[in-house]
């Protein structure tokens, strides 16, 4: 199974930033081969990392991919495409629409983007 199709049916993954043992779980959008999260501000906390490792769980158990990790510029063309679909897909937004202003000013908007094709099933250690 590919990684989007993995990753699309599950609503959190756990990013584990290179280098660390911490997972930060974080609700996402799966958009055109790329998970997408936002945090920051009222949202999730974001890990700062370039890469990391993303897991997701599946009914066939937990699957695990390396993924590099991008900002997204506000205002560019990707977070004009993306920000909408993350705000539809964002439960119970404290500003209602104004969300997605909120996000640009406090908030950053990060491409978890596969680095590799096959997912693979972590080992307990990593």
């Not at 993995?6 to 756990?14: E, M, Q, Y």
């Not at 799966?30 to 890990?47: C, I, M, R």
């Not at 599946?58 to 695990?64: F, L, Q």
């Not at 969300?99 to 099933?121: C, I």
């Amino acid at each position: 199974m590919q990684i989007g199709e993995l990753t699309r049916r599950t609503a959190v993954l756990w990013l584990t930033p290179e280098g660390t043992d911490h997972a930060f779980p974080l609700w996402h959008l799966w958009h055109d081969g790329a998970a997408y999260v936002v945090g920051g501000g009222l949202e999730q906390p974001l890990p700062d990392c370039r890469r990391g490792v993303v897991r997701v769980r599946t009914k066939d158990g937990p699957m695990a991919w390396t993924a590099d990790v991008e900002a997204v510029p506000v205002g560019g063309p990707r977070w004009d495409e993306v920000v909408p679909l993350l705000h539809a897909k964002r439960l119970n937004a404290p500003d209602g629409d104004r969300q997605p202003d909120r996000w640009a000013r406090e908030s950053q908007v990060l491409r978890l983007v596969p680095a590799g094709e096959d997912p693979h099933v972590p080992n307990r250690t990593g």
